[in-house]
């Protein structure tokens, strides 16, 4: 707490109680044994100015000397084993430039020890500076790292992914049949040069390839065929192409032999004709 304005007057009267108040507080600055035992008008105040005194006339102590000296014992500097070395390049360095300044009074330049800067010329005068060329060509690579860095920065947790059961963009679709007619249709092409054949989509959106009976010389080496490159060519593995049972190996009577192939967006009708043909026989 902050003296006041008429703490500090010369007959302020609360003067003996704030000593004693301060003398029991925490953290109190005025010693307990200065109070007197005996509490008297105005005796607080007179043990006070007592101690002020005493502290004020109190002749400082002579000093002791530390030793019979005076002052710290006097001892032999002994160099160490790092100033020795020094002292050794030192000497090995001003034998050197007594050397040096014998034989040349300046000091030792190597022909490629001047460098110069980007814009100085380095062979013609020495106040020769080039003149500053502005670049043609923005920096565009820079403001690409930035402008990346820059949008980078706005993600604030991982990537953007919509709600929803979406397929993946490398999906197959119905947008891609066409490329996948084309695919299968020069594999078979190049396996079977001069076989009749055509593929095309049928209305439940299967594949079907069809062979003329007239073309085909081998019909159980062309059945053999069709089963491998079901289960290993790239083109149906690529597309997740299956074979239809039911329209496998098929002859309707029209003079050719049919494959046909279920692309993954068409629903398997295999499971749904066995629910129903057991429920016939139920």
């Avoid at 190597?110 to 670049?135: C, I, Q, V, W």
């Avoid at 820059?150 to 992914?161: N, R, S």
């Avoid at 040069?193 to 390839?209: M, R």
């Amino acid at each position: 707490m902050r003296p006041t304005f008429s703490s500090i007057l010369p007959e302020y009267a609360n003067a003996e109680a704030d000593q004693i108040r301060k003398a029991f507080g925490a953290g109190n600055y005025a010693n307990i044994q200065k109070i007197p035992a005996r509490l008297q008008n105005n005796a607080v105040n007179q043990a006070r100015f007592e101690k002020m005194n005493e502290n004020r006339l109190m002749q400082p102590k002579a000093g002791k000397n530390v030793t019979k000296n005076g002052l710290f014992n006097k001892f032999e500097y002994t160099p160490s084993r790092s100033s020795l070395t020094n002292g050794q390049a030192h000497m090995e360095r001003l034998r050197s430039e007594a050397k040096r300044t014998e034989i040349s009074g300046q000091n030792f330049v190597s022909g490629s020890a001047a460098a110069r800067l980007k814009h100085e010329d380095a062979f013609g005068a020495t106040n020769f500076r080039y003149p500053h060329m502005h670049e043609p060509y923005p920096d565009l690579q820079e403001e690409k790292k930035r402008m990346r860095y820059l949008e980078e920065k706005k993600i604030l947790h991982g990537a953007f992914v919509p709600c929803g059961q979406r397929p993946p963009v490398n999906a197959v679709t119905r947008k891609l049949m066409p490329q996948i007619i084309h695919e299968m249709h020069e594999v078979i092409a190049t396996d079977w040069q001069g076989l009749d054949f055509s593929i095309s989509p049928a209305k439940d959106e299967n594949i079907v390839v069809r062979f003329n009976e007239v073309s085909i010389e081998c019909e159980n080496g062309l059945v053999a065929y069709m089963n491998v490159f079901c289960k290993t060519n790239r083109v149906a593995s690529k597309y997740g192409l299956h074979r239809i049972a039911e329209d496998w190996n098929a002859k309707p009577g029209d003079g050719g032999l049919y494959f046909a192939f279920r692309p993954p967006w068409v629903k398997n009708r295999s499971k749904d004709l066995i629910v129903f043909v057991n429920r016939d026989n139920q």
